[in-house]
Nanobody, 124 residues
Framework: QLALVETGGGLVQAGGSLRLACAFS????????TAWFRQAPGKEREFVAR????????NYAKSAEGRFTVSRDIAKNAVFLEMNSLEPEDTAVYYC?????????????????WGPGTQVTVFS
């Protein structure tokens, strides 16, 4: 079974930046979707960004467009989420997820593999 671990969360002042990393191992010529979700207390888990492993095709939620950048490093077996201009509304637990479908999925139930999450807290 595929295992994922997120790192890079923490406290950051509003307007600052963080870079999250998700480490996992894939040995395949097929393309996979690697996605970031987040969940704030009392709210549903929501889609943030996605990148395909082989071709590096990206998709973003409107809340992330223009501020966040998702990328991957095949040699390091990792995907990243660079978050800039952070706002208190970005405070949440951020999760990495992997799906073997090439379709763009923005709901959590479509993903088969999840990391334990990393906390991001943005303060004013």
């Amino acid at each position: 079974q595929l295992a994922l671990v997120e790192t890079g969360g923490g406290l950051v002042q509003a307007g600052g930046s963080l870079r999250l990393a998700c480490a996992f191992s894939l040995r395949t010529t097929s393309d996979y979707g690697t996605a970031w979700f987040r969940q704030a207390p009392g709210k549903e888990r929501e889609f943030v960004a996605r990148i395909t492993w082989r071709d590096g095709l990206r998709n973003y939620a409107k809340s992330a467009e223009g501020r966040f950048t998702v990328s991957r490093d095949i040699a390091k077996n990792a995907v990243f989420l660079e978050m800039n201009s952070l706002e208190p509304e970005d405070t949440a637990v951020y999760y990495c997820a992997v799906d073997d479908s090439l379709e763009l999925h923005t709901i959590p139930t479509a993903y088969h593999y999840w990391g334990p999450g990393t906390q991001v807290t943005v303060f004013s």
